[in-house]
């Protein structure tokens, strides 16, 4: 539902990132001055060249202390969330990508690294390849539906554009962990090497030949409300009677609601008796979890900082393949690494609800003005008293721009001001956009490797600013663990916001579509209101999310 995509600019070495390889520390001053001295000389003489050269100063004076910089040290292991038995070349951004993003703000429970280490064993018993999943298949084939099998397993289907898959694979591995299930996960051909194996010495993959990966509704007579409907399974069953061989459970938000009879707590102790359950979901599903009374114990040990459950799930699970990381890497190293701040800008625009341009953009200004995450241009591209700009120093701040958006426009204006007109702080703004390809094509495999990339390059942001009711944005400040600047959705009547961004009160992803809570009471429940590590969306009114 939401993938703004990274292009073609990103797919050669820029030049920067070559000579930043091949920079040895001793006589790095000299050669500093070198190279500075004739930038330095252009910048003097073309003031409107003074960002893009202060960046490339910049980059070539971080290259030269590289080796001394605090992100050498970083944990590569996350607080011990990845475990280190993986071959480091396989998979270049496991341990890499730690050493872009800023330190968590969240501790890592030891109690969710225990949890894991004991997942990614039982993966190894009973994943693809094992005799075990080879009984399990088996006996799912000859319509045994035992819940009390030795190996249990969530095949999770994908649905929507990268960032709704994302959200709902932490979902559905949050589900495992609480239930005792393995993930099994369906790679169509656009997500093909997407993602790196996240669990060692075994693979999450869906093996081609499972029988039940296709053709699922909220119709289908397999789907656990029809089941419930129909009387193949009740909630006053003692557990006596014959099962199907395997439940679907459809999580997909219609009218913004998911369905009924799925986050009640006697609906999960039915639905722990199959051993087999196939899950399609477009929708952040891990906060209705919190919902299930019998689950709450678990997640309050795993998390006891509410608001930083997709934060470490996702670093768990989520390293791009190396396609995709050497997108980043090449972007990032030759554009965004030198500069003293790095601002995302990630811009939706839903074409059923399609913001003029104008509108947006003068929104996004206000934003970034009102709380100083860009300063003002003056008029000119002269400093004040008509002087000509001073040389670049290696004091003057750089702040890097990235535009993460699928059309081109917001960059242009953005690009045109500062490469223009100077700032009136007399900080240089270099603004980027890796990729502007117009539409959103989610079957197509290299589009989604550019979105991925995109997605940490956002990541990696000390500050950003996102759309309102977007997945994508909400798996990078998720990811990056970084409260964003959240453009406000816009009042129609008025053509305008009143309000141009606000912060929300977590980094956690919204629940756009949380379930009725009716269960067997007389009347729904609002959620918000009864427990304390709830509350309703600052960008969907109706949606939840959690926060400390």
Request: hydrophobic share 40%; glycine share 8%; with cysteine.
């Amino acid at each position: 539902m939401d993938t703004d995509k990274l292009g073609e600019a990103a797919a050669g070495n820029p030049p920067e990132a070559e000579k930043r390889r091949g920079v040895a520390a001793p006589g790095a001053a000299t050669v500093l001055v070198l190279v500075a001295l004739p930038l330095m000389l252009v910048s003097y003489f073309f003031g409107d060249l003074a960002a893009d050269t202060v960046v490339r100063l910049h980059r070539f004076k971080e290259s030269s202390s590289s080796s001394s910089s605090p992100a050498a040290a970083a944990d590569r292991l996350l607080g011990g969330l990845l475990s280190p038995e993986f071959d480091e070349a396989s998979c270049l951004s496991r341990y890499e990508a730690s050493s872009r993003w800023k330190p968590s703000p969240f501790l890592v429970s030891p109690y969710l690294v225990e949890r894991l280490r004991r997942y990614e064993a039982n993966h190894r018993r009973c994943g693809p390849g094992t005799a075990r999943y080879r009984d399990a298949v088996a006996r799912l084939r000859s319509g045994d539906g035992d819940g009390d099998a030795e190996c249990r397993y969530v095949v999770w289907l994908p649905i929507q554009g990268l960032g709704n898959r994302m959200l709902s694979l932490v979902s559905t591995f949050l589900y495992a962990l609480l239930t005792g299930r393995v993930v099994l996960v369906h790679e169509p051909p656009e997500m093909e090497g997407l993602f790196c194996e996240p669990f060692p010495g075994t693979s999450w993959l869906l093996p081609p030949d499972f029988p039940y990966k296709g053709g699922f509704s909220a119709a289908s007579n397999e789907s656990y409300v029809n089941m419930l409907k129909n009387g193949v399974v009740r909630h006053d069953d003692d557990g006596g009677g014959a099962l199907p061989p395997y439940v679907y459970l459809h999580l997909e938000q219609i009218h913004l609601r998911l369905q009924n009879h799925t986050f009640c707590e006697e609906d999960h102790r039915v639905l722990d008796r199959f051993s087999w359950m196939v899950l399609r979901s477009d929708s952040y599903f891990a906060v209705a979890l919190f919902l299930v009374p019998a689950y709450r114990a678990e997640l309050d040990r795993m998390f006891p900082a509410k608001g930083s459950v997709f934060h470490h799930l996702g670093r768990y699970l989520f390293h791009p393949g190396n396609r995709a990381w050497g997108i980043v890497e090449r972007f990032y190293d030759g554009y965004l690494a030198g500069a003293d701040e790095r601002l995302g800008i990630q811009v939706r625009i839903v074409p059923q609800m399609a913001v003029p341009f104008d509108v947006m953009y003068e929104q996004i200004l206000r934003c970034t003005r009102e709380h100083g995450l860009l300063p003002q241009v003056t008029s000119t591209s002269e400093p004040a008293g008509g002087r000509p700009p001073p040389p670049p120093t290696a004091k003057t701040k750089v702040k890097a721009v990235l535009v993460v958006s699928l059309k081109r426009e917001y960059y242009d204006k953005l690009h045109g001001a500062y490469y223009t007109n100077a700032t009136a702080s007399g900080e240089a703004v270099a603004v980027y956009q890796p990729s502007h390809d117009g539409d959103q094509h989610t079957e197509a495999r290299a589009h989604n490797e550019r979105a991925l990339a995109e997605i940490y390059l956002l990541s990696f942001s000390d500050a950003v600013v996102t759309t309102a009711w977007s997945t994508f944005g909400y798996v990078a400040h998720a990811l990056a663990g970084v409260r964003p600047w959240q453009l406000a959705p816009l009042d129609w009547g008025k053509m305008r916001a009143d309000v141009a961004c606000a912060r929300p009160a977590s980094v956690e992803p919204c629940l756009h579509s949380p379930p009725p809570l009716v269960c067997r009471a007389r009347r729904d429940r609002d959620p918000a209101a009864h427990l304390p590590f709830l509350r309703h969306c600052e960008d969907v009114p109706a949606g939840l999310k959690l926060f400390d």
